[in-house]
């Protein structure tokens, strides 16, 4: 019997909040630390660390609003 596979993106995981940051639109991530958490957001969307705020982001795009369950509104 094959064991299912954990390692897909479970927007579920992680907490998405609309921001601002260097001037930009982003879409802050905010989750408890779990390396298998970082590797499953790394993997479904360009993101990136802000050592300021430390907290994931992503750019604030209608795909990545579809993807984390936003609305969107912008």
Known sequence: ????????FRKENYYFQPGRHKD???IWI???Y???L???LRA????????????WYAADHKH???LFGLGTDY
């Open 1 to 8: 019997m094959e064991t299912p596979k954990n390692d897909a």
């Open 24 to 26: 930009k639109k982003v």
């Open 64 to 66: 990545y609003r579809n």
């Open 34 to 36: 779990d390396h298998k």
């Open 44 to 55: 479904a969307a360009k993101v990136h660390w802000s050592r300021s705020q430390k907290k």
């Open 38 to 40: 970082v590797a499953q």
């Open 30 to 32: 905010s989750f408890p």
